[in-house]
């Protein structure tokens, strides 16, 4: 069994920043790409950010310049440094990762989410 167990999201002030994290735990063999979603109420799910195994890295338009993804591979988490925080960025934010368990099977996992929460 695999876990993504998502923390750091919260309530903040138009401007302010956030990092959130996304730790996996459970059979894991590897870990190739990595990623942040979010939606917001009434609409779908979008991709906010993405980092494969290698270290590249690919933001979604409205997050471009203000958030950074990274990741450490020693410790199977995923982070996302969020800044100049908007209203708009209000949404539950989902971690996602594509996993290889030791018996070779390749399978996508879901964190349970965290909120963030950006007043005006």
């Known amino acids: 069994q695999v876990q993504l167990v998502e923390s750091g999201g919260g309530l903040v002030q138009a401007g302010g920043s956030l990092r959130l994290s996304c730790a996996t735990s459970?059979?894991?063999?590897?870990?190739?790409?990595m990623g942040w979603y979010r939606q917001a109420p009434g609409k779908q799910r979008e991709l906010v950010a993405a980092?494969?195994?290698?270290?590249?890295?690919n933001y979604a338009d409205s997050v471009k310049g203000r958030s950074t993804i990274s990741r450490d591979n020693a410790k199977n988490t995923v982070y996302l440094q969020m800044n100049s925080l908007k209203p708009e960025d209000t949404a539950v934010y989902y971690c996602?990762?594509?996993?290889?368990?030791?018996?070779?099977?390749?399978?996508?996992?879901w964190g349970q989410g965290t909120q963030v929460t950006v007043s005006s």
């Open positions: 996602n990762a594509d996993i290889r368990n030791p018996w070779g099977y390749l399978y996508d996992y």
């Open positions: 459970g059979n894991i063999f590897s870990i190739n790409g």
């Open positions: 980092i494969t195994s290698g270290g590249s890295t």
